[in-house]
């Protein structure tokens, strides 16, 4: 019997606005004391009225309009009731039925998951267990940091996949430039449905084709890898119960990553009843796109093929769009009327030699192009760059002042390259006699002869051509 897994996630991302959801509080509590970036609203003091933060709903429904979602005419807030110590209120601000976003899709090469719905709400605080002592200890800061919450249906069918969404909804929201998106620091959280099905039921069967299995969640998933681990553990767990004719009981598991194994945290029966109300404190908001005027930037795809047109190299456009500093450097120089060679050329010293971010955009297109002709070697790449940092010259001074360029010629290489040969019997000798390093001898001498100035990769065509 064939099972295939079918899985659906949960995603929290923290937005990186300058405030909580519903308050004034600092939300960069990173390096913060305990409970000092708090305050009456945030630690659910009565009587405390809370503002929602315009800035978490424009997020939201930036990335619901980049996504593809509806934004919603209507939308309101709800509480959520559950009892927790970091959670003083006893429940948490979130949205029911009516959230700020519906539908929206995620496409990533082969791998397409329509999204449930896109919704926003607050943070919980966090708890410590110090080992041995017979306390707990809570931080609110985190509590009211903004999340949104992004659903997605269960399309998903392997841990790869998973894992793979959920890497591309990362750069997604660090593109938009929402959330940093760092899951190790708890920026971005996973809970994860996963059921497992058989692929086909015989033909003669009338039992419906490809129906659901029992799903099983899995909660707080906080790296790629413990989703891809979890996940694993899980669909095989599942496929061996049914395996054996035995039952999926539909239950709420965590995951242990020490042992490697998801264990039973609740079954259906202790399901909590979260008692969801609408928040009383807060009216509902209407027309959200037309009050929040909300301008996307140009599309990831877009970007890309603009980069792949000036071939930038596989390679380097991963660590570009994984970087917003080299996005923005990207965007200068591709924008203008640059010739497209020079482009992946500077891109790729901008990523290699990250000092030279500091000069001028276009000192470094002038020295990709003078490295594509050839005028300079490539050895020289650094000392320019370093002397562009220190002295801020133009580019066309420093060539001429520091000697860098008019590189020697080929045809002028030759005579030196012969000396250098009829010098050196022995280790020519040595490298025909099948000793390769050899080589890096003789064209060390040729650079001192030549004091630098002649290209190294030319040298050594030509003492390969030579010997
Ligand atoms: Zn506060």
């Known amino acids: 019997m ?23 509080c600092d939300n960069n509590a990173q390096d913060k004391k305990p409970n ?52 003083p209120k006893g429940y948490q601000i979130s949205q029911y039925d009516e959230p700020v976003v519906k539908g929206g899709r995620v496409s990533v090469g082969d ?28 931080d609110l800061n985190r509590a009211g940091t903004p999340l949104v919450e992004i659903v997605t249906k269960p399309e998903i069918t392997s841990p790869a996949q998973a894992k793979e969404f959920l890497q591309y909804l990362r750069l997604i929201v660090r593109y938009l430039g929402i959330s940093n998106g760092d899951m190790e620091k708890g920026h971005l959280r996973c809970d994860a449905n996963v059921s497992v ?15 659901l299995g029992t799903p099983v969640e899995i909660k707080n998933l906080n790296s790629f890898l413990m989703v891809e681990r979890a996940l694993n553990y899980e669909i095989k767990r599942q496929s061996v119960l049914l395996q054996n004719g035995e039952k999926v009981t539909k239950e709420t598991r965590g995951w242990d990553d020490d042992k490697g194994v998801t264990f039973s945290q609740r079954t259906k029966e202790f ?13 509902c908001l209407y027309n959200l796109e037309k009050s929040f005027k909300v301008t996307l930037p140009e599309s990831m795809e877009a970007k890309l093929n603009r980069a792949r047109k000036c071939n930038v190299a596989q390679n380097d456009l991963e660590v570009i769009f994984r970087d917003d500093e080299l996005l923005k450097l990207f965007d200068k120089i591709s924008l203008e009327k640059n010739n497209k060679a020079c482009v992946a050329k500077a891109m790729n010293i901008f990523i290699n030699i990250p000092a030279a971010r500091a000069l001028k955009p276009g000192f ?29 010259s133009s580019f066309a001074k420093i060539i ?64 390969q051509k030579a010997l």
């Open 111 to 138: 791998l397409s998951v329509s999204l449930e719905r896109i919704h926003l709400e607050e943070d919980a605080g966090k708890l410590t267990h110090p080992k041995g002592k017979g306390y707990s200890l809570v």
């Open 36 to 87: 000092t970036t708090v305050c009456p609203i945030c630690l659910g003091m009565p009587g405390t009225l809370p503002t929602p933060n315009k800035g978490a709903i424009k997020y939201a429904i930036m990335l619901g309009k980049y996504l593809g979602g509806e934004i919603a005419q209507r939308t309101k807030f709800d509480r959520k009731h559950y009892f927790y110590p970091d959670l």
């Open 197 to 211: 099905r058989a692929l086909q039921k015989p033909q003669s069967s009338s039992a419906p084709v490809g129906e």
């Open 2 to 24: 064939k099972l295939i897994p079918t899985i659906g996630l949960e995603v929290h991302v923290q937005l990186n606005t300058k405030s909580k959801m519903f308050c004034s």
């Open 400 to 463: 001429e002042d520091g000697g860098y360029g008019v590189a020697i010629e080929e045809e002028n290489l030759d005579a030196t390259i012969r000396s250098v040969i009829e010098k050196n019997a022995k280790v020519v000798a040595d490298y025909r006699a099948g000793k390769k390093e050899a080589l890096q001898y003789l064209l060390g001498q040729v650079m001192r002869e030549t004091k630098g100035k002649a290209d190294p990769r030319v040298i050594h065509n030509l003492l």
């Open 364 to 392: 470094v297109l002038d020295l990709a192009r003078s490295l594509i002709s050839g005028k300079i070697g490539a050895h020289n790449t650094k000392p320019i760059i370093n002397e562009g940092l220190s002295t801020h």
């Open 271 to 283: 399901a909590p009843d979260y008692r969801y109300f609408p928040e009383p404190d807060i009216p």
